[in-house]
């Protein structure tokens, strides 16, 4: 069974800069895709976020590109999410996930794995 956890969220105004880490612990991630997604009180969950099994694709939801880059540390068994220029907007609950596969997937029931989410308020 994998397991994620994310930290790193927090209170920040808009305009500053957080980063995300998912530490996975069950099995290694070095096979895997990993991937963000964000949920906003009373919305659905959304994908922010994907990273290929190596590292050398990613993709990113619209509007945090330019903003935010995901990254991985195979060796750590950690993936990341740093997000500069932060809005209001980007308030969010975000979660973790990995999927039983190398390439990228977009969409909640592509990944097989969650994380519990970490909170991150923007303030404007």
């Known amino acids: 069974q994998v397991q994620l956890v994310e930290s790193g969220g927090g209170l920040v105004q808009a305009g500053g800069s957080l980063r995300l880490s998912c530490a996975a612990s069950g099995r290694g991630i070095s096979n895997y895709a990993m991937g963000w997604f964000r949920q906003a009180p009373g919305k659905e969950r959304k994908f922010v976020a994907a990273?290929?099994?190596?590292?050398?694709?990613?993709y990113y939801v619209d509007s945090v590109k330019g903003r935010f880059t995901i990254s991985r540390d195979n060796a750590k068994n950690t993936v990341y999410l740093q997000m500069n220029s932060l809005k209001p907007e980007d308030t969010a609950v975000y979660y973790c996930?990995?999927?039983?596969?190398?390439?990228?997937?977009?969409?909640?029931?592509?990944?097989?794995?969650w994380g519990q989410g970490t909170q991150v308020t923007v303030s404007s």
């Open positions: 996930a990995s999927r039983n596969g190398g390439v990228i997937a977009q969409t909640l029931s592509g990944y097989d794995y």
């Open positions: 990273i290929n099994w190596s590292g050398g694709r990613t």
